[in-house]
């Protein structure tokens, strides 16, 4: 996969993740409307397989997992996906950010294709996450430690709301709607 020159005309270029939460559901509502006036391409990791459904996401779209970080890779010089990707991109958003991925990336480790990217990333460009995890975590101290380290190299937070979640609890820590998340994406490319 080789990369575009870093100077550009036309449509910004996104790079979509998602992470493991019951949110991942609304991928394809995501994607659709990113790709009306972006180039996006999308890292799933093997939790937000168990939510997405690749026929469900717009067609044209590339869609890479862990499985493919290494596939094409054989010899010294050869394209390193999670770098790759890096480059390609003007924007990074996660949506849905699980409470697993915020630790991962505040921690800095890089155990999957998403992670890894991250820990490549070029903070100068735009970095936005919107979590999307049960009130009991969005309220731990551990969150709020994650997000404070995530506040110092500039990552964008796309707050979540208030609402029924998944497991049948009401509170804080749904992730916001596709539009609003859409919306704060457009705001930085």
């Known amino acids: ?13 996104i790079l979509l993740g998602a992470s493991g939460s019951v949110a991942a559901i609304k991928l394809h509502i995501i994607t659709a409307e990113l790709v009306e006036k972006a180039d996006v391409r999308i890292v799933l990791t093997k939790a937000a ?16 997992t862990d499985e493919d970080e290494w596939a094409t890779w054989s010899k010294i010089g050869d394209d390193v996906l999670h770098i790759e990707l890096r480059k390609w991109a003007d924007v990074l958003l996660i949506a849905p950010l699980s409470a697993n991925t915020l630790a991962k990336i505040a921690g800095g480790l890089c155990d999957n294709l998403l992670t890894s990217v991250v820990r490549a990333w070029d903070f100068s460009k735009p970095f936005l996450v919107a979590p999307a995890m049960n009130t009991h975590m969005w309220d731990s101290p551990f969150t709020g430690r994650h997000l404070k380290e995530l506040d110092t190299l500039g990552v964008r937070l796309i707050e979540p709301v208030s609402k029924k979640l998944a497991c049948g609890d009401v509170g804080n820590g749904a992730m916001a709607e596709p539009s609003k998340i859409v919306e704060a994406v457009w705001l930085v490319s």
């Not at 996969?1 to 270029?13: D, F, L, Q, S, Y």
């Not at 397989?49 to 890479?64: A, C, N, Q, T």
């Open 1 to 13: 996969m080789a990369t575009e020159p870093k100077e550009r005309v036309g449509r910004p270029r």
């Open 49 to 64: 397989l168990h939510f997405v459904k690749r026929e469900d996401l717009p067609s044209g779209v590339p869609i890479y």
